[in-house]
């Protein structure tokens, strides 16, 4: 069975530290990996795709296989970063083809 | 139009009502879901249609009957719900049923409360 785990439920950083949310997953076949956001009041927001290895609002990610992992990533925290991540795998095959499974979420928060 | 669109954003019924949650997107998306969330959990997995067919149940109760009457929209139909069933209901949509392409794109909710 596919498994997302974040291991930290709370993290707090300073503005223009570096932050990183860890994230490892459990999944049989070659998974397909999301970075979600969640502020305050706003509905689930896509942040990062593992297949566009794009940067956006300064966050990357990487997936590294051997240690499945997919851990996001910013140089310099800002306090409009503070929100929910949720890290999520989708499964590309089998009976689950197209669920979408979320680990426990991370709240971040930036001071000032 | 980008956008996941739910109707109602809250809902207030009894535990002997029938009400519907509705779900509409015009992005030409095959793939629809429903998502149950509680507070500060993540969404859980409740139902995936994919090309106007249900494809998972991840169990849900049988007072929750999905309906997906075209490709456009999703319906949830709510009977018999007990107060435990209390909770912000997620509708998304993907491009094709793994959101390889451009990921999930996800609702604003309906804020479930049972009396």
């Known amino acids: 069975a596919q498994r997302v785990t974040q291991p930290e439920k709370l993290l707090s950083v300073f503005k223009g530290a570096p932050v990183e949310l860890k994230c490892n997953y459990s999944?049989?076949?070659?998974?397909?990996l999301f970075w979600y956001v969640q502020y305050s009041r706003q509905r689930l927001q896509l942040l990062l795709r593992?297949?566009s290895r794009e940067s956006i609002k300064g966050f990357t990610a990487d997936l590294n296989k051997g240690e499945t992992s997919f851990h996001l990533k910013k140089p310099f925290a800002q306090e409009e970063d503070s929100a929910m991540y949720y890290c999520a795998l989708s499964n590309a095959g089998g009976t689950s083809y197209g669920k979408l499974t979320f680990g426990q979420g991370t709240i971040l928060t930036v001071h000032p | 139009d980008t956008e996941v669109t739910q109707t109602p954003k809250h809902l207030v019924m009894g535990m002997t009502n029938k009400k519907s949650l509705k779900c509409e997107q015009h992005m030409g998306h095959r793939a629809m879901y429903w998502y149950k969330q509680k507070a500060k959990k993540p969404p859980e997995l409740m139902f995936v249609y994919s090309y106007e067919k249900l494809s998972i149940n991840e169990s849900v109760p049988s007072r929750f009957s999905p309906e997906c009457p075209n490709s456009s929209l999703l319906n949830l139909h709510l009977h018999a719900l007990q107060p435990e069933d209390s909770a912000l209901y997620l509708c998304?949509?993907?491009?094709?049923?793994?959101?390889?392409?451009?990921?999930?794109?996800f609702g604003s909710g309906t804020r479930l409360t049972v009396v």
């Open positions: 999944y049989s076949g070659s998974p397909e």
């Open positions: 593992h297949i």
């Open positions: 998304a949509s993907s491009q094709v049923p793994t959101g390889e392409s451009y990921g999930y794109t």
